[in-house]
């Protein structure tokens, strides 16, 4: 028997880019939105006096060893613990392989999640882990464990719209928004984010020195961070918890926000209201004008109705997306697309309730 979890995708409705940090890092600043789009993740786990793992995968083009990012939240996990076993890890692929929608990362968090859930059903789980005594302990764990594999990777614990900071890896719930339709536009375009960070540290050091040189300019490059926190605020300034989940397995307590009623007061026009954007967009789209032409079909209304609610790059792309009021609207955009020979995916934002409700497979 296995415990087998859906690794449910994301993308980034907005993200803010600071100057380099000491630590070679830039600060950020972004909304992560979790998707309904996921793959399968299964773990298997038997009682041993040493720690052994296999991973298997149905995706010639994913590393099954230690260079895997669910291998490493596993190993990292157990070792966390205290505990040796015996782990079988398999990801049934549906989402693209290095696709921007954070698939690997959700692997690592659902990997880790169904662990729990394993070593709790063998009486494995540390009594300081798994005790309400020791839930402070374990959750500040978890979210160390996976910023250390990745800096998306902790927006999985966590699910729906999520603030990010720092590298991305600092997470904290945001209020939900009901589900739309959204159009995931996949093109064959191989973007190196080493080089758009390249890109935009020109770009920051000439605005550096253009502000140098006349004030007038506008707002140094390094306000952009605060800009977009107090937009995030502003559209979305319900009161939350941030805490992520207690329990050892991590599905029956869960992060509860309270995010009024969307129908009062959506969080998400809101926010596309403040005039959110992806920096990535001002040094991604001059090196790859094709993306920009892309978000411009995912944003195109073809007809009454079908305008998008909002289109952006997803991190520093290859992929983008658009945001949908309807199904038609979604298919139209879908069409749009496919007559450019342009590899789309068509799924839903998820809120958090209904990514935890629906994360484990029965």
């Known amino acids: ?164 900071v720092s590298r991305g890896e600092e997470v904290y719930p945001l209020p939900d928004f009901e589900p739309v339709h959204c159009v995931v536009a996949l093109p064959e375009i191989g973007v190196s984010t080493p080089e758009a960070f390249r890109d935009w540290d020109r770009l920051y050091a000439e605005r550096a020195s253009a502000l140098a040189a006349s004030p007038l300019t506008g707002a140094p490059p390094s306000d952009r961070l605060s800009e977009l926190s107090k937009a995030l605020a502003a559209a979305m300034s319900e009161p939350h918890s941030s805490g992520v989940f207690r329990n050892a397995g991590g599905l029956a307590e869960r992060s509860k926000v309270s995010a009024g009623s969307v129908e009062a007061s959506n969080p998400l026009l809101a926010l596309v209201r403040t005039g959110i954007e992806n920096d990535f967009e001002e040094v991604v789209f001059p090196r790859y004008p094709q993306l920009g032409q892309i978000k411009r079909v995912l944003a195109d209304s073809g007809k009454p109705g079908h305008a998008a609610i909002y289109a952006c790059l997803s991190g520093s792309g290859s992929a983008l997306f658009g945001l949908y009021r309807t199904a038609e609207a979604a298919e139209a955009a879908g069409t749009r697309l496919e007559e450019q020979g342009i590899r789309s995916l068509r799924t839903k934002t998820l809120p958090r309730d209904r990514y935890w409700g629906g994360m484990r497979v029965e």
């Not at 789009?37 to 083009?61: F, M």
């Not at 966390?80 to 392989?97: C, F, N, S």
């Not at 979210?143 to 990010?164: K, N, R, Y």
Request: charged share 20%; proline share 4%; with cysteine.
């Open 1 to 164: 028997m296995s415990t087998v979890l859906r690794s449910y995708s994301k993308i980034n409705l907005g993200l803010a880019i600071g100057p380099t940090r000491p630590d070679g890092f830039h600060g950020l600043t972004t909304c992560y939105q979790t998707l309904e789009a996921h793959d399968l993740v299964s773990v298997a786990v038997r009682r041993a006096d040493a720690t052994a793992i296999s991973l298997s995968c149905d995706d010639a083009r994913v590393p099954c060893d230690g260079r895997n990012t669910a291998w490493k939240a596993v190993e990292r996990t157990l070792e966390a613990m205290g505990v040796t076993a015996e782990v079988a890890i398999h990801i049934d692929k549906r989402l693209p392989v290095q696709g921007g929608m954070g698939a690997g990362s959700a692997n690592a968090a659902a990997a880790a999640l169904a662990l729990e859930i394993e070593l709790e059903e063998l009486g494995l789980v540390p009594e300081a882990w798994a005790t309400r005594a020791g839930a402070v302990h374990s959750g500040a764990a978890r979210l160390e464990i996976a910023a250390a594999v990745g800096s998306d990777v902790p927006l999985f614990l966590v699910g729906g719209a999520v603030l990010g």
